[in-house]
C-alpha cells in the first residue's frame, strides 16, 4: 500500500496538478479531501471546471465519479458495485487509493480515451421512440457520423506517426521550388543550344518515343512483378483452402447420423439446463442485486455509524448460522436420504461448474478466433493474403543477424569517421584564422602600394574562367552524347526491322502449321478416346470372366474335398459290408465263437430302446400324476423363500440403523471435518445385483475344436468370422447346420501353423434334465470392486463343432500326433562347463530396501490437524484404503496414523472389503447441510 502512496505523491507533485504531499500529509487526509483529490484528477480528463464537491450533493458525486470511471474502463480488483459505491460515498481510502494508483501513471492514454468516449459513446434510445421514421434517419445518420469520425481519427493517428512537421514539410516545398529554378534554367540554357541544330524536330520526337518505350518497359517490369505477386498470393491462398479442405475432411469423414444426433441432444442438454435451471438462478440473484442497490440507493448518504451496524449484524447472522449449522450435524437423519441428497448436490455442483468451464471455454474460444482474425487481417494489409513460412522467417532472422552485425561495424566506422571530422573541422578552423590573418596582411600590403582588391579581382577572374571551361566542357559532351545517341537509335532501328522481317514471315508459316497441327490433335484424341473406352469394356468383361473363373475354381475345390472325404467314408462303409458278409457265412457255418452282426447288434439295441421306452412311458405317466402336487410344492417353497428374504433384509435394516445410531451418538462430540469422502456409500453391494433384463432370450452352446478357438482369438471383434448356413430337412427329421470360415479366419495363422478346413457341421443335441444359463461379469475401471453382473440368455441347445474330413484336417491331425509323440523332456549335450554359484550371505533386492529406506529417513510425527486434513483428502477420491497406501499418502508412523484412523474411520471385518477403513457416516455425509 505504501508503494501504490509513494506513486500516487510522485504523479500528483508533476504538472498539472503540482501538488506537494508526503507520505504522512497524503495518508492522513480527510474522506472529504481525498475525494475532493479524485475529483481534482478526473477534471483532467473533462472538458470542464474543477467542482468542489462541498457545493455538490454526496449522490451527485458519487454518481458523476462512477459514470467517469465507467468511460475510463476502470474495474475495482473486487468486483462488487455496491462496495465500491459505499466506499466513494465514506471517502475510503481503500478504494480510492487503488483508483488513483490506476489513473495517474496512464493520464495521456486516458486523455485520448476520454477524448474519443465524448464522442463514440452512442445515445441509447429505446425502440418504441426509433420506431418514428424521422428519428430513425436521425440516429442512423447519428451512427455514420461516428463511423466518419473513427476513420479521420485514424487517418490522422496515421499521419502524426509518420513523423512530418510543418517546418520540415516548409523545408521541402522550398527545397523542391529551388529545384525548380535550376531545371527550368538547365532546360533555358539546352534550348539556347539546340537553336541552330539541323532535324531539330525529329530528333526530339525519335527521344520522345525512346522515353515512352522505356516508360512502357518500366510499366510492364512493375505489371509483371504485380502479376507474378498475384500468382504467388493465389496459389498460398490455394494451399491454405486446400488445407481447410482436408481438415472439414477429416472431420467428416467419421461423422455419422448418430454421431450428429447424439451432439445435438449433448446440445439440447445444455440449452436445457441453461433454461430451466442456470439461468433462473442467475435472475433470481440479479434481481436480489438490484434489490440490494435499490436499497442502498433508497437509504442514501451511509455513515460510519450505519455502517457499524451493518457489520454487527452480519457477525450475528453468522453466528445464529453456525448454531444451526452445528444443530442440523447433531440432528441424526434418515442415511439414505442424506445420502441421496449428498450425491444430488454433488451432481448439481458438478453441472454447474462444467457449465461455467464450458461458457469459459467458448468465451476463450471466441477470443482467439477474433485474435486470429485480426492477425489475418494485419498479415493482409502488410503482405496481402500471404502468410511468412517457417524457412522465409528462418532466412529473415539470419539476414536480420547479418544486417545487426554489419550496422554495428559501420556504428564504429561512424564514430570513428565522427572522431576524424572533429579533428579535421578543428584544424580547418585553424587555417582558417591562419587564412584571415593573412588576407589581412595582404589587404594592408595592397593598401600600402596604392592596389587595393586586386587579388580579390584577380581570384573572381580565375574562379569565372575556370567555370566558363567547365561548362563549355559539359556542353559539348552533352551535344556529342544527343548525337550519338540518336545515330544509335537510327542504327537501332534500321537493324531491329531488317531482323524482324524473317521472323514475321517465319511466325505466319508457324501459325498455319499450328492450325494444321491442332486439327490433327483433335481428331488423334478422338481416336484415342474411343480405343480407350474399348479397352475400358473389354477389360472390365476380362475381369468378370476372372472372377468367374476364379469362382468355379473354390467350387470344384470344395467339391473335390467333399468327393474326397466322401470316397474315404464309402471305403469304410465297404470293408463294414465285407465283414458283414463274412459273419453271415461263419453264422451259416454253426460257428459260436463268431462275431456278431451289425444287423443282430442292431437289433439287439433296437429291443433295449423299446423297452427302455416302455419305461419311461411308465415314468411319465406317474410324473402326470403327480405333477399338480409338486407344482404346489413348488409354490409353496418359493413363498417360503420370499419370506425369509424379507426377514433377513429386515434384519439388516435393524442393524443398520442401530449401527448408524450408535457411530452417530459416539461422534457428535468430535471435531468436525473440513473435508470428507464424496464418493458413493452403495459400492459395497451393488456387486449383490444381477441383471436379468435378457434372461427368456434363447442362444447356443456351441463346442468348438481348439485349432478354431486360436483362429477366432487372433481376428479382431469386428471382422467376419463365418457364415452358419440351416439345411431344413424334406422328411420332418433335424434340420443340417453347417459352418463355413471366412477368409479372415484361414488366413489368420502364425508361422509353422497347417492349414485348417473351412467347411464344419454343427452336430446339435437338446438340452434335457438341466437349466444352464450365461453370464457376463462387467469391471468397472474406476471401482475395482464393483463389477456388473448381466445374464446374457438361457441355453436352448447344446451345438458340437466337427470339421468336414478334406486333406487339411488329415494334415493337421497328423501334425498334432507327430507333436504328441515327442517326449517333453529332451536329452542335450553340453559343450561348456556349467557354471556354480556360491551362496550369498544378503540379496541385491535386500540390500536396495534398506538403502532407500535409509535414505526416506524416520518418518515423523505431524499435526493432528494436518494429518486429518490429508486424509479427508484421500477420502474425497477412494471410499476404502488400506493401510499401506495411507501411510504412502501421508508418511506417518503406523501407529500414530492408526490412533488417528480409529478416531475417524472404521475398520472393515467383512468382505468386500476386508481389512480396509471407512470414514464413519458423520465424516462421510458432511455436506449435508448445504443440501438444503
Same mark, same amino acid.
Given at each position: 500500500m505504501t508503494e501504490t502512496i509513494r506513486l500516487i505523491i510522485n504523479e500528483l507533485a508533476k504538472e498539472p496538478f503540482k501538488k506537494n504531499y508526503t507520505v504522512i500529509s497524503f495518508d492522513s487526509l480527510q474522506p472529504e479531501q481525498l475525494?475532493?483529490?479524485?475529483?481534482?484528477?478526473?477534471?483532467?480528463?473533462?472538458?470542464?471546471n474543477k467542482v468542489d464537491i462541498r457545493e455538490e450533493a454526496p449522490e451527485d458525486t458519487v454518481v458523476r465519479i462512477l459514470n467517469a470511471l465507467r468511460i475510463l474502463k476502470y474495474r475495482p480488483p473486487e468486483d462488487d458495485p455496491s462496495s465500491l459505491r459505499s466506499g466513494l460515498i465514506s471517502g475510503s481510502p481503500k478504494v480510492i487509493h487503488p483508483i488513483l494508483g490506476w489513473i495517474l501513471p496512464r493520464i495521456p492514454e486516458l486523455k485520448t480515451r476520454a477524448y474519443l468516449a465524448r464522442y463514440l459513446m452512442k445515445v441509447e434510445i429505446p425502440q418504441e421512440i426509433r420506431a418514428d421514421i424521422e428519428i430513425e434517419e436521425?440516429?442512423?445518420?447519428?451512427?455514420?457520423?461516428i463511423e466518419q469520425f473513427k476513420n479521420v481519427h485514424k487517418q490522422l493517428d496515421t499521419m502524426k506517426s509518420k513523423g512530418f512537421t510543418t517546418s520540415e514539410i516548409r523545408k521541402d516545398i522550398a527545397a523542391m521550388e529551388q529545384e525548380q529554378e535550376s531545371v527550368t534554367r538547365k532546360i533555358e540554357k539546352l534550348k539556347r543550344q539546340v537553336e541552330g541544330m539541323q532535324n531539330i524536330d525529329s530528333t526530339l520526337e525519335v527521344v520522345q518515343t525512346f522515353r515512352k518505350e522505356k516508360e512502357k518497359a518500366r510499366e510492364v517490369e512493375q505489371q509483371q512483378v504485380q502479376q507474378t505477386q498475384a500468382l504467388n498470393q493465389a496459389e498460398q491462398r490455394i494451399q491454405r483452402l486446400q488445407r481447410q479442405l482436408k481438415e472439414i475432411k477429416a472431420a467428416a469423414a467419421g461423422a455419422t447420423a448418430e454421431g450428429i444426433l447424439q451432439r445435438i441432444e449433448q446440445d439440447c442438454d445444455v440449452a436445457k439446463y441453461i433454461v &430451466?435451471?442456470?439461468?433462473?438462478?442467475?435472475?433470481?440473484?440479479?434481481?436480489?442485486?438490484?434489490?440490494?442497490?435499490?436499497?442502498?440507493?433508497?437509504?442514501?448518504?451511509?455513515t460510519p455509524k450505519d455502517l457499524d451496524d451493518t457489520r454487527a449484524r452480519i457477525d450475528r447472522v453468522k453466528a445464529e448460522l453456525n448454531d444451526l449449522v452445528m444443530k442440523r450435524m447433531m440432528k441424526s437423519e434418515d442415511d439414505k436420504l442424506v445420502m441421496f441428497r449428498q450425491q444430488a448436490a454433488i451432481v448439481s455442483n458438478?453441472?454447474?461448474?462444467?457449465?461455467?468451464?464450458l461458457n469459459e471455454l467458448k468465451n476463450e474460444l471466441s477470443m482467439l478466433k477474433e485474435e486470429v482474425g485480426e492477425k489475418r487481417k494485419i498479415i493482409g494489409n502488410m503482405q496481402g493474403d500471404s502468410i511468412v513460412k517457417e524457412d522465409d522467417f528462418k532466412e529473415y532472422v539470419k539476414n536480420l543477424r547479418v544486417k545487426s552485425t554489419r550496422y554495428k561495424q559501420l556504428k564504429g566506422e561512424m564514430n570513428y569517421l565522427k572522431a576524424e571530422s572533429g579533428v579535421l573541422s578543428k584544424t580547418l578552423f585553424i587555417l582558417e584564422e591562419q587564412l584571415q590573418s593573412s588576407n589581412l596582411d595582404l589587404n594592408a600590403l595592397e593598401a600600402k602600394l596604392g592596389i587595393k582588391g586586386f587579388s580579390e579581382i584577380q581570384g573572381n577572374l580565375e574562379k569565372i574562367s575556370t567555370e566558363k571551361s567547365v561548362l563549355d566542357e559539359k556542353k559539348s559532351e552533352h551535344l556529342q552524347k544527343m548525337s550519338d545517341t540518336v545515330q544509335e537509335l537510327h542504327e537501332k532501328i534500321d537493324m531491329k526491322k531488317v531482323d524482324l522481317a524473317p521472323l514475321v514471315k517465319t511466325l505466319n508459316n508457324v501459325r498455319q502449321e499450328a492450325q494444321i497441327l491442332g486439327h490433327e490433335h483433335e481428331?488423334?484424341?478422338?481416336?484415342?478416346?474411343?480405343?480407350?473406352? $474399348?479397352?475400358d469394356s473389354s477389360l472390365s468383361s476380362l475381369t468378370k470372366d476372372v472372377e468367374n473363373l476364379r469362382r468355379t475354381s473354390e467350387e470344384d475345390q470344395i467339391r473335390f474335398c467333399k468327393l474326397q472325404a466322401e470316397t474315404v467314408v464309402y471305403k469304410v462303409e465297404l470293408k463294414r459290408m465285407q465283414e458283414e458278409l463274412k459273419a453271415y457265412a461263419a453264422a451259416g457255418q454253426g460257428n459260436q465263437d463268431r462275431k456278431k452282426s451289425y444287423k443282430e447288434q442292431l437289433m439287439t439295441k433296437i429291443s433295449d430302446q423299446e423297452r427302455l421306452g416302455k419305461r419311461?412311458?411308465?415314468?411319465?405317466?406317474?410324473?402326470?400324476?403327480?405333477?399338480?402336487?409338486?407344482?404346489?410344492?413348488?409354490?409353496?417353497?418359493?413363498?417360503?423363500?420370499?419370506?425369509?428374504e424379507l426377514k433377513k433384509q429386515l434384519r439388516e435394516n435393524q442393524s443398520m440403523s442401530q449401527a448408524a445410531a450408535s457411530s452417530s451418538s459416539q461422534g457428535s462430540g468430535g471435531p468436525g471435518p473440513s473435508t470428507a469422502a464424496a464418493g458413493p456409500s452403495q459400492s459395497g453391494h451393488s456387486s449383490s445385483k444381477v441383471d436379468l433384463s435378457l434372461v427368456n432370450r434363447?442362444?447356443?452352446?456351441?463346442?468348438?475344436?481348439?485349432?478354431?478357438?486360436?483362429?477366432?482369438?487372433?481376428?479382431?471383434? &469386428?471382422?467376419?468370422?463365418?457364415?452358419?448356413?440351416?439345411?431344413?430337412? &424334406?422328411?420332418?427329421?433335424?434340420?443340417?447346420?453347417?459352418? $463355413?470360415l471366412s477368409e479372415a479366419t484361414l488366413c489368420a495363422k502364425e508361422a509353422?501353423?497347417?492349414?485348417?478346413?473351412?467347411?464344419?457341421?454343427?452336430?446339435?443335441?437338446?438340452?434335457?434334465?438341466?437349466?444352464?444359463?450365461?453370464?457376463?461379469?462387467?469391471? &468397472?475401471?474406476?471401482?475395482?470392486?464393483?463389477?456388473?453382473i448381466s445374464v446374457l440368455g438361457k441355453v436352448h441347445q447344446k451345438l458340437e463343432c466337427r470339421p468336414v474330413y478334406d486333406t487339411n484336417y488329415m494334415q493337421l491331425k497328423k501334425t498334432a500326433i507327430h507333436k504328441a509323440s515327442q517326449p517333453i523332456r529332451q536329452v542335450k549335450q553340453l559343450d561348456r562347463v556349467v557354471q556354480s554359484y556360491k551362496p550369498v550371505s544378503d540379496h541385491k533386492n535386500n540390500k536396495e530396501y534398506e538403502e532407500r529406506k535409509k535414505a526416506e529417513g524416520k518418518k515423523a510425527r505431524d499435526d493432528k490437524e494436518k494429518v486429518l486434513e490429508m486424509l479427508f483428502a484421500a477420502f474425497e477420491k477412494h471410499q476404502y484404503y488400506n493401510v499401506k497406501d495411507l501411510v504412502r499418502i501421508t508418511n506417518q508412523p503406523v501407529g500414530y496414523l492408526k490412533e488417528v484412523l480409529k478416531e475417524v474411520c472404521n475398520y472393515c471385518v467383512k468382505n468386500p472389503h476386508k481389512n480396509m477403513w471407512e470414514l464413519k457416516p458423520e465424516y462421510r455425509h458432511y455436506k449435508m447441510e448445504t443440501d438444503d
Open positions: 475525494l475532493q483529490v479524485l475529483s481534482d484528477v478526473l477534471a483532467e480528463f473533462e472538458s470542464a436521425l440516429y442512423q445518420q447519428y451512427e455514420a457520423s &430451466n435451471e442456470k439461468l433462473p438462478k442467475e435472475c433470481e440473484i440479479r434481481r436480489k442485486e438490484i434489490h440490494i442497490m435499490e436499497k442502498v440507493l433508497s437509504e442514501g448518504a451511509i458438478k453441472k454447474s461448474t462444467l457449465f461455467e468451464k481428331a488423334a484424341k478422338r481416336k484415342y478416346d474411343s480405343v480407350v473406352s $474399348s479397352v419311461l412311458k411308465e415314468e411319465e405317466k406317474e410324473i402326470v400324476e403327480r405333477q399338480s402336487d409338486r407344482v404346489n410344492q413348488v409354490l409353496m417353497w418359493k413363498d417360503l423363500i420370499k419370506l425369509l434363447g442362444i447356443w452352446l456351441v463346442k468348438v475344436p481348439k485349432y478354431l478357438a486360436e483362429r477366432w482369438s487372433r481376428i479382431p471383434g &469386428n471382422v467376419e468370422a463365418g457364415k452358419l448356413k440351416i439345411y431344413k430337412s &424334406n422328411l420332418g427329421g433335424k434340420p443340417k447346420v453347417t459352418l $463355413s509353422g501353423d497347417d492349414d485348417i478346413p473351412k467347411e464344419h457341421d454343427l452336430i446339435a443335441t437338446a438340452v434335457t434334465n438341466q437349466t444352464m444359463v450365461a453370464f457376463d461379469v462387467e469391471s &468397472n475401471v474406476q471401482d475395482d470392486d464393483n463389477e456388473k
